[in-house]
């Protein structure tokens, strides 16, 4: 903790350095407009509460000036009203300079260390990172002035929030969470950190100053409550304080690169470092043995672990041979940015209508050390570590097409995410017909005229599982040759035929592998197949169009419409509705 906040404090004080010098006048306007704009704001707080006393007590107090005693009332209280307004619109017009003074003073930064771009949006960080500067500057001011106000006037309440103050860092440091840096901690830890501190201190204050009134020495009241709400200003401000450090260092590598002249951005490191690698750092494959004693029960007298290369982010894949050949193991290490693929894969590996998926048996879903692992028994099956023999990726689809999904995760999914029949809309085309000549826009229109009945197929299609990361890096074959997937982190729910290779040697073999597919799951011969090739010609059109490949989705496109223009399909069409709206009336 000392040298992290060591190294702040130096780097802030570096920071500070190389902003006053390069821009001088635009930070003291800066920090100084910020300054009176928290002194407007307390102004504009505690004289509406002056108004108050004085219209409830119907006198003026006597401790007021003549000159203010022979004001009167009435018009004291119209004084202040108009002077609670003036200090309103000072702190709007003092906010508003304070930001165009970092606006100013960042372009300013920018331009001194004249540098190409580092990174996207990378002025508008410029001028954040100025204005947290010029709001931790102004903040402490604030604090120091007030502070020493107290010193003068109520010398016991800034005693208090002075120990309060290094009691709470002491107890953060001693009892925070020091697996993390102060940098690395979430905005809500960080969030609860500084409001848990700043209403522990305020409470403090409070319970002091009433010991204070009942068996001390205090100070006549108006102090005392002047003390009490300038105190609250005073912690509030302190806590500020350490929200303005935390903006800073969170983007302190890329500040660091914007702003100083001898330094480069770095590239960045992924968060693994605090999670997955750690399990694997020291003791390095030790974790294994853990792994299998404790939760699997497994007599370990000897393993061999190897890595297995797969392109996927986040993930570790490691093949597990146990006991000399006794047993295979796969074991698949979750980081901390790839959770949701664990439990989205576990929703599906539970599912009653899954277990046949193909996918290896699953033998443990565990966490070990706070990180989330699926172990699965790879025995008698082909290493993986071999180039063949890989799972053909149409032989895969042919399986799957046999797998229905149960009503049960039908309903869990449609409440979660949208399958393409509700996600793929007109609006995806917008950027297509821009980009496009006066003859495509003609291809275009027609899709348009067409749309809703593609619409109504795609609803009308039973739903299948696919699998958007398959690569064959992640395809085995069973003992029995059958292809298997060792990873369903994003699986999901389309209509029948979506995500089908669309390359046309493929995509007429679509009617052969549902003629085979009905033979396990007997809707699927109440479609005809050009349906299905809708179902993977439009998923394969909302994939190019995402990604700006348009001469290629002109071109599915044109195919859609060769298919939407037959009057075969369409008499299909109104079948296929017919059809669906018994089997929703049945069920």
Request: proline share 4%.
């Amino acid at each position: 903790m000392q040298n992290t906040f060591s190294y702040i404090t130096k780097w802030l004080v570096s920071l500070g350095g190389e902003i006053t010098r390069v821009t001088p006048s635009a930070t003291i306007i800066s920090v100084v407009a910020s300054l009176v704009a928290q002194l407007s704001l307390l102004t504009t707080f505690l004289l509406p509460l002056k108004i108050l006393m004085l219209i409830s007590t119907q006198r003026l107090p006597d401790f007021l000036p003549s000159p203010i005693q022979g004001m009167g009332l009435e018009l004291l209280v119209l004084v202040l009203c108009v002077l609670t307004l003036f200090f309103y619109f000072l702190q709007i017009a003092a906010t508003k300079v304070a930001e165009k003074s970092s606006i100013k003073g960042a372009q300013e930064l920018l331009d001194s260390s004249n540098k190409v771009l580092l990174f996207d949006n990378q002025k508008e960080l410029a001028k954040n990172a100025y204005q947290q500067f010029s709001g931790l500057l102004s903040c402490l001011l604030f604090s120091v002035i007030s502070l020493t106000v107290l010193f003068w006037f109520y010398p016991e309440i800034a005693i208090v929030i002075l120990v309060c103050t290094v009691l709470l860092l002491n107890f953060h440091a001693f009892f925070g969470n020091s697996e993390y840096s102060f940098n690395k901690l979430s905005h809500l830890q960080i969030a609860f950190k500084i409001n848990s501190s700043v209403g522990a201190s305020f409470f403090i204050v409070f319970i002091f100053i009433v010991i204070d009134f009942l068996y001390l020495s205090p100070p006549n009241f108006l102090i005392a409550f002047v003390s009490f709400i300038l105190s609250r200003q005073i912690i509030a401000n302190l806590g500020s304080v350490v929200r303005h450090i935390y903006a800073l260092t969170k983007n302190h590598d890329k500040i660091t690169a914007l702003f100083f002249h001898h330094h480069v951005l770095e590239p960045g490191t992924s968060d693994t470092d605090s999670t997955l690698w750690k399990l694997i750092d020291e003791k390095q494959y030790q974790w294994v043995s853990i792994l299998f004693k404790e939760c699997l029960g497994f007599d370990v007298k000897e393993i061999s672990v190897s890595w297995l290369d797969t392109g996927i982010r986040n993930l570790a894949f490691f093949e597990v041979d146990l006991n000399k050949g006794e047993k295979n193991l796969l074991i698949k290490v979750f980081d901390k940015a790839a959770l949701p693929q664990a439990t989205h894969e576990e929703a599906l590996l539970q599912d009653i209508s899954s277990r046949q998926l193909i996918s290896p048996p699953l033998l443990l879903m565990d966490s070990i050390a706070g990180i989330r692992c699926h172990v699965y028994d790879l025995t008698d099956m082909p290493p993986l570590n071999q180039p063949e023999p890989w799972a053909r990726e149409v032989e895969t689809l042919e399986l799957l097409l046999r797998l229905t999904p149960s009503d049960a995760l039908r309903r869990q999914y449609s409440r979660s995410k949208k399958t393409l029949a509700d996600r793929f809309g007109i609006t995806h085309i917008k950027y297509l017909k821009l980009a496009s000549s006066r003859k495509e826009q003609l291809c275009i229109a027609q899709f348009i005229d067409e749309f809703d009945n593609l619409s109504a197929i795609l609803k009308s299609l039973p739903l299948w599982f696919i699998n958007p990361q398959f690569n064959q890096m992640l395809a085995i074959r069973s003992q029995e040759a059958a292809p298997m997937v060792i990873h369903w982190g994003k699986w999901e729910l389309e209509p029948v035929g979506a995500n089908w290779p669309v390359s046309h040697d493929k995509l007429e073999l679509i009617e052969d592998s549902i003629k085979q597919a009905s033979m396990h799951r007997p809707e699927l011969k109440s479609y005809p197949a050009d349906l299905y090739q809708l179902a993977a010609l439009t998923y394969a059109l909302e994939r190019e169009l995402l990604n700006f490949r348009f001469n290629k989705g002109l071109k599915l496109i044109d195919e859609i419409n060769n298919i939407m223009g037959n009057q075969k399909l369409l008499s299909q069409t109104l079948n296929a509705r017919h059809l669906t709206h018994k089997v929703v009336q049945d069920n």
